[in-house]
């Protein structure tokens, strides 16, 4: 192999490496999943227990009551008043969460601040279901 045809290798290899991140990025499945965990914690920065419940999943309305889920959205997500700034921090499509069957899901980061809490970390875990993402678990660190 001669340098030049050496150095267009390397070259072909750096830019794929640097590319490929930006391809998964780019995946419509990410996309669509951060979009589907915007709209619900639209209603949860309402404290829209009824709005959220609706819009989640299945496994999420099977874990929980309308009831229970309105006591721990009021106990947890209240205190921290209202919503300041959301940026996604990371996505990830995974095939196995813990606790549930193999399937399409996916987990989307979020980094938050809140009037009353300078910065904290939201987890929403989202199923493909029905040929739509809908949330099936909530986490604020």
Same mark, same amino acid.
Do not use: D, F
């Given at each position: 192999m001669s340098a030049r045809a050496g150095r267009r290798a390397a070259l072909a290899a750096l830019l794929a490496w640097a590319l490929a991140p930006a391809a998964q990025a780019q995946d419509p499945r990410a996309s669509q999943a951060q979009e589907q965990? +915007? $709209?619900?914690l639209a209603f949860v920065d309402r404290l829209d227990a009824d709005g959220s419940y609706r819009a989640a $999943? @299945?496994?999420f309305r099977? @874990? &929980?009551?309308?009831d229970r889920w309105r006591a721990a959205l009021t106990r947890v997500r209240r205190p921290f008043d209202e919503t300041q700034q959301r @940026?996604?921090?990371?996505?990830? &499509? =995974? +095939?196995? =969460?813990p606790g549930q069957p193999e399937g399409d899901y996916a987990l989307v980061g979020f980094r938050t601040s809140w009037a009353k809490k300078a910065v904290g970390r939201e987890l929403v875990t989202l199923e493909h279901? $029905? $040929?739509r993402w +809908? =949330?099936?678990?909530? =986490?604020?660190?």
């Open positions: 965990a +915007r $709209g619900w $999943g @299945a496994k099977e @874990a &929980l009551t309308p @940026a996604v921090q990371s996505t990830k &499509l =995974v +095939r196995k =969460v279901e $029905g $040929g +809908r =949330v099936i678990g909530y =986490v604020i660190q």
